[in-house]
Nanobody, 113 residues
Framework: QVQLVESGGGSVQAGSSLTLTCTASGRTAGSYTMAWYRQAPGKEREFVAA?????????EYGDSVKGRFTISRDNTGMTAYLQMNSLNLDDTAIYYC?????WGQGTQVTVSS
């Protein structure tokens, strides 16, 4: 059973930056795509970004975060990062990490004016 633990969320002002971390355990290989999703109150879960397992330079981003967020992965493939810059009020959400079919519990990001 893969377990995912997210960290790095918090409350920040608009224009600030945050870095989220997702660490996987319970598997030995980092060959699966890792991704970040988010869910704001009253809205559906939204794709944010993904990074492939074997080709870690291959990334994909949701339209709302392109140019502001950067996803990356460490050499072990067990940890993924989401660098979030120029945060705005619309980025307020619970951010979830996904690894293959497994999900983390989420970390809250709140952006205020």
């Amino acid at each position: 059973q893969v377990q995912l633990v997210e960290s790095g969320g918090g409350s920040v002002q608009a224009g600030s930056s945050l870095t989220l971390t997702c660490t996987a355990s319970g598997r030995t290989a980092g060959s699966y795509t890792m991704a970040w999703y988010r869910q704001a109150p009253g809205k559906e879960r939204e794709f944010v970004a993904a990074v492939q397992g074997r080709r870690r330079n291959v990334t994909e981003y949701g339209d709302s975060v392109k140019g502001r967020f950067t996803i990356s992965r460490d050499n072990t493939g067990m940890t993924a990062y989401l660098q979030m810059n120029s945060l705005n009020l619309d980025d307020t959400a619970i951010y979830y990490c996904r690894d293959n079919t497994f999900w983390g519990q989420g970390t809250q990001v709140t952006v205020s004016s």
